[in-house]
């Protein structure tokens, strides 16, 4: 079971499970029992502030690290080094041969994972396409843009068609052109029915990215699941109506009404209502000119479940988290 | 997925393609080549084939000598020492002075009595001596003629065959300069070779790389493969070296004695000692991340190596180096040259190369661990005991 509050649909068996990961590194740990489940066909974000342990959890899903205790299970067995190494991975950090050529490098990182040189070339020709880089098929990496380089890495990691794609903060500095490319492959790879994982302390850049989520702040998963249910559930989700709505008008086991002003009210929903009953019972009342449903953000989910702001940083930063590997 | 072997390939064959690309290294086997032909070739053209030729002024005077014949005489026994001689007369002794004082001519002969020979300080040794040794014979044959012999006997006496030279130990020469430089080529290869591995590995773990690498083949084949890669280039490199000396083998030309044995039976540890050397320079530069500590990083190794070179190019055939044969730190360096000069006998060469392959196959699991451990430790410098104690 994953610590922290959880929420899942069940509806599909995930692929990729991690059970208890404890990671020490020296006096310092790195990750307390962290768990995660990654089922095909969904965007999964592992979202968090710097330093939380992301890097490290994705590292110890490839076998990079191996932690203390824990388990990294892969379609309901132990994962081994070949599934590991049928999964794509794009790490925080950039990793390209500056001097090579684009398409040079994806075919032969396409052939180290078995492809032959034809099914290589065209695989990474059809990628570059997808992420607008094909007319920069023959540059060397180090004549692209910071934002073209991380597409191409991108490209890199999917490249053999992985059915787990695993990226690290792949939208950490990125141009909106580049997100909106990255999104789009990411969005192609899991309608194929394939395993998605990415990690992100941005956010609120992911807000519409993410389906399945596990929040983890300084080692210990505070909330993880669909976030449609997550928001459902929060005790933070507000009906926002045209009219002034009295206390008696809505059952208070449904919602509460927390404010009042010219422009109409809010009421505080309880967990797991469905706005459109609670809708219903204002409509009995008054005709709603305007009304909208105002779901916790994803920040605003971390913020309630690990007690701080995101973007207040933990002990340990992401410099430390990539210099995880180091011996104590 | 690939097999160890493929995917070793592949990072190996990616090297060469890269090594290809690079125009310093065609530039390097340019110049090697270029090099290597130069020092075949110019010996050969610069050959001095032409005799020396001197030019003597003679000063007549009142001497009783008979001016042809000793002419005739000074022609002959400069002829002895492979040169020709120039002769013209000086009016007296001051204006021969000058003549020598101005490199006019390079000695003038006043046939006085006793005659005296005329040179500036320190010059033209040889010459003076054979013309000491044609007044000498001249003297001589005055005196027989004066004895009553015939000109027939005093040709007779005089055209004696000359004595034969016999040289020998000519071969140590040629075998002590093949030990020295095959300890040097090897000595120059491997260190560069060791720096470029070493570059290599820390560059790909400073560009996070290998992190990418990692998570699609073994560390073994990341490792091996540039080190095979890479040695492959030096290889090349040697061979363009190497070229020139195997067209003049070709074309019939001579080589040093001692050199051609040393380089068919020192290519084993030649390639021997690459491999030891290069593995163990690929794990020292997964301890570091930057190109400037990638060549400190190697050099413990490269003070070994230095000390291997000097063993082998200096004192190929002493005690310490019969010793040092059998260390496979060494024996790359020490062992061609021991066969150069022709020091190594079949049970220490089958010895040293069992070692050494001992040394290499150890030397490969130690820098497959020393690898895989470091290679994802970034952030500082590491040391081999904090990698393998971990």
């Not at chain 1, 997808?130 to 060397?140: I, P, T, V």
Request: with cysteine.
């Amino acid at each position: 079971m994953v610590p922290g509050r959880s929420v899942h649909t069940g509806a599909v068996p995930p692929s990729l499970v991690a059970r208890g990961i404890h990671q020490r590194f020296g006096d310092r740990v790195v990750l307390d029992g962290v768990g995660l489940e990654v089922p095909p066909g969904r965007v999964v974000g592992l979202l968090g502030p710097n330093g939380a342990g992301k890097t490290t959890l994705m590292r110890i899903l490839f076998g990079v690290l191996t932690p203390d205790t824990g388990a990294v299970e892969w379609d309901g067995r132990l994962a081994t080094d070949d599934d590991r190494r049928s999964w794509g991975y794009m790490p925080q950090e950039r990793g390209l041969y500056r001097d090579m050529p684009v398409l040079e490098q994806l075919v032969w990182i396409a052939r180290l994972h078995g492809l032959s040189t034809a099914d290589g070339r065209a695989r990474a020709t059809r990628l570059l396409e997808q992420l607008g880089l094909a007319d920069r098929a023959e540059d060397k990496v180090q004549d692209l843009s910071g934002g073209m380089a991380q597409r191409v890495q991108l490209a890199a990691a999917m490249v053999h068609e992985p059915p787990l794609l695993v990226l690290d903060e792949p939208f950490a500095g990125l141009d909106p052109v580049a997100v909106a490319f990255l999104s789009d492959v990411i969005g192609e790879h899991v309608a194929a029915g394939r395993n998605l994982l990415f990690s992100s302390h941005q956010l609120d850049l992911v807000e519409d990215l993410c389906e399945d989520i596990t929040l983890i702040d300084r080692g210990r998963v505070v909330l993880s699941g669909n976030l449609a249910q997550l928001r459902a559930a929060s005790e933070e989700r507000y009906l926002r109506v045209s009219v002034q709505v009295e206390d008696d008008w809505v059952d208070p086991a449904l919602a509460t009404v927390r404010s009042r002003s010219a422009a109409g009210s809010r009421l505080r929903l309880a967990p797991g209502t469905d706005p459109g009953a609670v809708l219903d019972l204002v409509r009995a009342h008054g005709r709603v000119d305007d009304f909208g449903v105002e779901a916790p953000s994803l920040s605003e989910l971390f913020l309630d479940a690990a007690g701080h702001p995101v973007d207040e940083p933990n002990a340990s930063d992401d410099g430390a988290e990539v210099d995880a590997g180091r011996a104590p | 997925m690939t097999s160890w072997w493929e995917a070793t390939r592949l990072v190996a064959a990616r090297e060469l393609r890269q090594a290809a690309r690079s125009k310093g290294l065609w530039a390097t086997a340019i110049v090697l080549l270029l090099g290597s032909a130069a020092a075949m070739v110019l010996p050969d053209l610069l050959a001095d084939d032409d005799r020396d030729r001197y030019d003597v002024a003679i000063v007549a005077g009142d001497a009783t000598i008979e001016l042809d014949a000793l002419e005739s005489v000074i022609v002959q026994i400069v002829d002895a020492i492979d040169a020709d001689v120039e002769l013209s007369q000086a009016p007296d002794v001051d204006a021969a002075r000058q003549q020598v004082l101005d490199e006019d001519v390079d000695v003038a002969v006043a046939l006085d009595e006793p005659p005296v020979i005329l040179v500036r300080a320190g010059t033209f040794d040889r010459l003076v001596g054979a013309l000491r040794q044609a007044l000498a014979t001249q003297a001589l044959i005055d005196g027989l003629v004066d004895a009553g012999l015939s000109a027939d006997e005093v040709d007779a006496l005089l055209s004696a065959p000359p004595a034969e030279v016999e040289e020998l130990d000519t071969e140590r020469e040629s075998r002590q300069g093949a030990a020295f430089v095959l300890s040097l080529v090897a000595y120059v290869l491997i260190m560069l070779l060791m720096v470029a591995v070493a570059n290599g590995v820390a560059v790909e773990k400073g560009n996070r790389i290998s992190e990418v690498l990692l998570a699609i083949v073994r560390p073994g084949p990341l490792l091996f493969g540039k080190v095979i890669g890479l040695a492959v280039v030096g290889c090349l490199h040697l061979a363009a070296g190497a070229l020139p000396v195997v067209v003049k083998v070709l074309l019939g030309g001579n080589l040093p004695e001692g050199l051609g044995q040393a380089v068919a039976g020192g290519a084993v540890w030649f390639a021997l000692g690459i491999a030891l050397y290069l593995l163990l320079a690929g794990a020292l530069g997964a301890l570091v991340e930057r190109q400037e500590e990638a060549s400190s990083v190697v050099t413990p190794l490269s003070f070994v190596l230095i000390a291997a070179y000097f063993a082998g190019a200096t004192s190929a055939d002493s005690p310490v180096a019969a010793v040092l044969a059998y260390v496979p730190f060494t024996s790359p360096m020490v062992m061609p040259s021991r066969i150069a000069v022709g020091a190594a006998s079949g049970v220490e060469m089958a010895v040293s190369a069992l070692l050494s392959v001992v040394a290499v196959v150890v030397a490969a699991r130690v820098a497959g661990i020393v690898y895989r451990r470091a290679i994802v430790r970034t952030g500082r410098r590491l040391k081999v005991r904090d990698v393998l104690g971990s």
